[in-house]
T-cell receptor, first 113, second 111 residues
Framework: DADVTQTPRNRITKTGKRIMLECSQTKGHDRMYWYRQDPGLGLQLIYYSFDVKDINKGEISDGYSVSRQAQAKFSLSLESAIPNQTALYFC????????????FGPGTRLTVL | DAKTTQPTSMDCAEGRAANLPCNHSTISGNEYVYWYRQIHSQGPQYIIHGLKNNETNEMASLIITEDRKSSTLILPHATLRDTAVYYCIVRVPGSARQLTFGSGTQLTVLP
């Protein structure tokens, strides 16, 4: 089984709808991240969390919110989706200590019409 | 994080070694070199990292020059499934800063 899973894998929605993307991990990591990727571009950080009680904004948090329900679960919400939020969304985890390795989920392809 | 420079694209014949270069001339003493790759539309995948000694794992080898201003990722026997964008990232381990993926190198393994 994959260490980092994301649901749904694909989603098509309409402008103004509320959408939740979910991420679960079995690696036991404290740190979790949400990134978005637009076609042909690099990853942009939306939010990150270092533990259940810690939530931090990334570089493009406007229009998004997150919830860290448990160490293993980190959800990303789009309160009112708009077309320019159409992108690939990746969740990632990272352990504490000196390791800087991040482990990514398979991604969610979101299309906002 | 130190800036990195990578070629935009490279081709490699299947079964041959793929050598992907990365320049990081402004690297500081406590920064490591990390390599990730992203197969089309999949999540990025960690490959290897190192400080100054050459490193090898089951996926690849990492050769870092003595002055640490450049490095080379080596895939010893490239397969078609190694076709991906390869990212070289330089950073201090444990930094709270996000990973910054530049434009990377598109490696195409040809049959």
């Amino acid at each position: 089984d994959a260490d980092v899973t994301q649901t749904p894998r694909n989603r098509i929605t309409k402008t103004g709808k509320r959408i939740m993307l979910e991420c679960s991990q079995t690696k036991g990591h404290d740190r979790m991240y949400w990134y978005r990727q637009d076609p042909g571009l690099g990853l942009q950080l939306i939010y990150y969390s270092f533990d259940v009680k810690d939530i931090n904004k990334g570089e493009i948090s406007d229009g998004y919110s997150v919830s860290r329900q448990a160490q293993a679960k980190f959800s990303l919400s789009l309160e009112s989706a708009i077309p320019n939020q159409t992108a690939l969304y990746f969740c990632a985890t990272r352990g504490t200590g000196g390791s800087d390795t991040q482990y990514f989920g398979p991604g969610t392809r979101l299309t906002v019409l | 994080d130190a800036k990195t420079t990578q070629p935009t694209s490279m081709d490699c014949a299947e079964g041959r070694a793929a050598n992907l270069p990365c320049n990081h001339s402004t690297i500081s003493g406590n920064e490591y070199v990390y390599w990730y790759r992203q197969i089309h539309s999949q999540g990025p995948q960690y490959i290897i990292h190192g400080l100054k000694n050459n490193e090898t794992n089951e996926m690849a080898s990492l050769i870092i020059t003595e002055d640490r201003k450049s490095s080379t990722l080596i895939l010893p026997h490239a397969t078609l499934r190694d076709t991906a964008v390869y990212y070289c990232i330089v950073r201090v381990p444990g930094s709270a800063r996000q990973l910054t993926f530049g434009s990377g190198t598109q490696l195409t393994v040809l049959p």
